[in-house]
């Protein structure tokens, strides 16, 4: 039996001609909290949506419990999503709904449970992530760890098999950030959920994550276990790692010399 | 060269376009039976046809005072100011009650879906609604759609309504027309199915335009702010001028032809 939740084969993309990803293979072990990294723009958010069916490959396959994402029909689509979850980096709260609200919704569209053993449900979801006393409170009136924090109960909602945290820790300050490594840990124990963090916060991802993937220039430029992924000696890992600012991912976005384009020789 | 390919691509981007807001269209329509939705309709009918009813109001107000005032002082030259029942009530049943209530639709109704639409699209709250196996032409577009659809001519026919008291006023009670007469020739002059049926057919027609291009555009906007603005813009210049086109088309083929 495979153990992984997710597999992405051999998956090309591009966008407006633009290359995102070359031929390449991620696989997400149940269970377990699988963060990609890499730098701003290389298509992390990209590759949630593609395993979403938000998006379809040029090529390559990916599969979810062994199903092929690409192939499915609307329907099957829709239906395979009630069993993963996204969060997305704002929140995306619907904003004309409170909060207990929007951790509802998902169990008013697809369950016919009895209000009262929904707002059971909700009132735990909103325990477990410390904002069982903003239920009543609008989107408006969250700070953005809070809302955060309530885009993730309604990401539990329906005890989803996987969730996506899209840059969870994104302009958060450092309690916020502290409470959502937390956060993803526990839930991620307490529920045996598949997590798949996106980020490109080194040091708060490698303590959390049991693997870790490395896109740069449209491959997976490293892979392995955070301790690994540290001891690496690829230059390519070690830039990214310590931030240096030029190296194997260039600094320059690619362009004519500043010689040929001053001197007007590219045209 | 370059300009041909310019041609060339625009081209296509429009029909894509046209195809895509087909799509979404079908897909919307299509979303419709559901009970879930038939609340959310109801809601939304609340939101584009109750909060215009005043816009809607007072313009046909005013507009049936304006065209008494003007039928007024040239019927009286004739001695045919008798007939300023028939004509105000003429002109707004069959013209002005649809088209002004489709342009001010445009403009109060459909650029607030546009502008919600868009915004719901920069902020990932359609994403996360896809993401939640919650299809958004079901839960946002066809509520939205039939709204747009039932609530207008409803707003177009308050309008008339509306103009024909408004003319009254000017012409009966401040001017001095009879009031049997204005009413009574109106009664033997307005037909039901000629008149009052295809005032109705066109403001169907344009309900269905003006919140189709305000919901696709919404739909299919750049979600930025600069997008979205230009989305909102777009949707009140394209509906206008639709509604202003079709006009003719339909006044052509209802009235034009014996």
Known sequence: MNDNLVEIQNITFSRSERLIYDDISISIPKGKITAIMGPSGIGKTTMLRLIGGQLKPDKGDITFAGKSIPAMSRSTLYQTRKSMSMLFQSGALFTDMSVFDNVAFALREHTQLSESVIETLVLLKLEAVGLRGAAQLLPSELSGGMARRAALARAIALDPELIMYDEPFAGQDPISMGVLVKLIRSLSEALSVTSIVVTHDVNEVLDIADYVYILANQKVIGYGTAQQIKQSDSPLVQQFLQGQADGPVPFHYPAPTLQAQLLGEDK | ?258
Not at chain 2, 85 to 113: D, H, I
């Open chain 2, 1 to 258: 060269m370059n300009w041909i390919i310019d041609i060339g691509t625009n081209t296509l981007t429009k029909v894509v376009g046209i195809g895509r807001a087909f799509l979404m269209l079908t897909g919307a329509l299509i979303a419709f039976p559901q009970w879930k939705n038939v609340r959310l309709t109801i809601k939304q009918i609340y939101v584009v046809g109750v909060q215009s009813l005043l816009i809607i109001m007072v313009s046909g107000l005013f507009i049936g005072m304006v065209m008494a005032l003007q039928g007024y002082t040239i019927l009286v030259d004739y001695g045919a100011e008798g007939s300023l029942g028939p004509m105000v009530s003429l002109s707004l049943l069959r013209e002005l009650g649809p088209v002004v209530t489709g342009l001010l639709f445009a403009g109060r109704a459909g650029s607030a879906l546009t502008a919600e639409i868009g915004l719901m699209k920069a902020t990932e709250q359609l994403s996360s609604l896809e993401m939640m196996a919650v299809d958004p032409l079901r839960r946002i577009v066809a509520p939205r759609m039939w709204a747009g659809v039932i609530a207008m001519p409803m707003l177009a026919l308050i309008f008339s309504a509306i103009g024909i008291l408004g003319g009254h006023l000017v012409g009966v009670e401040w001017l001095g027309v009879d009031s049997g007469s204005y009413w009574s020739i109106m009664q033997a002059t307005v037909e039901w199915d000629k008149d009052v049926v295809n005032g109705v057919i066109k403001s169907i027609v344009f309900a269905i335009v003006v919140t189709w291009i305000a919901i696709f555009k919404g739909y299919d906007a750049i979600p930025t702010s600069e997008g979205i603005s230009l989305a909102t813009t777009q949707t009140v210049v394209l509906s206008s001028l639709a509604v202003l086109g079709l006009d003719f088309v339909l006044t052509a083929l209802m009235f034009g032809i014996n």
